[in-house]
């Protein structure tokens, strides 16, 4: 019950402060974050290749949710996928996974991204059914960045005991990962109010 009407809450706070926004702020078209690159990581470091393939787009109001407030969804839906690839040199396997997008948000040159995992190779399905974070900076060929969630945070569940923490809708990290092959282009667009009644 406490976490329904949290939902509740939030979803309707959510609807307000997007009731400002105009209604002309996507002129360029939907936000959108496209693209493939290979990421090295600033811990860890070791011989793998990983990569994210983004095909995200904004899809406003188009996922209803079960809360007050929520019948038309948020401005912040989208669709699209998000393809993952990591080789593991020292197994030298390549181990493939898939989401599908289900919330996006911009900022000039920034993105936030979530998606619900769909498709896995063996090795990853331990993520099927699980939502997943990315963020992506894009700061021009050769400059930009991405972060994820997976194995980047950890949190106590009510139990109290340690595992991966649970990701809501459009919440990731900061892109703390640094391009090193590839190009990720975001399309920025604000978030638009909610269709009328």
């Known amino acids: 019950m406490r976490k329904a009407m949290g939902w ?3 979803a309707a706070a959510l609807l307000a402060v997007v009731a400002a926004v105009p209604a002309a702020a996507t002129e360029r078209g939907a936000a959108r974050v496209s693209g493939w690159a290979e990421f090295a990581l600033p811990f860890g470091a070791d011989a793998d290749v990983r990569s ?4 995200a787009r904004s899809a ?4 209803p949710m079960p809360v007050e407030g929520g019948e038309h969804g948020s401005p912040a839906d989208a669709t699209g996928t998000v ?30 991204v979530t998606a619900i995992v769909n498709r896995a190779d ?8 699980t939502r997943v974070g990315f963020s992506v900076q894009d700061g021009g060929r ?20 340690w595992g991966p923490s649970r990701i809501g809708p459009c919440l990731s990290t900061a892109a703390f990962g640094t391009v090193t092959r590839g190009d990720f282009q975001i399309r920025h667009a ?8």
């Open 8 to 10: 509740g809450a939030a």
């Open 52 to 55: 994210f393939a983004f095909d």
């Open 60 to 63: 406003p109001w188009s996922r």
């Open 83 to 112: 393809r993952v690839a990591h080789y593991f040199a020292a197994m030298d396997v390549t181990v493939r996974w898939e989401a599908q997008v289900d919330c996006l948000m911009t900022s000039p040159g920034h993105a936030t």
């Open 122 to 129: 063996d090795y990853a399905k331990n993520l099927l059914g």
């Open 142 to 161: 050769g400059r930009d960045r991405v972060g994820f969630t997976w194995d980047a945070t950890i949190d106590k569940n009510e139990a109290g005991e």
């Open 190 to 197: 604000e978030l638009t109010p909610p269709p009328s009644r």
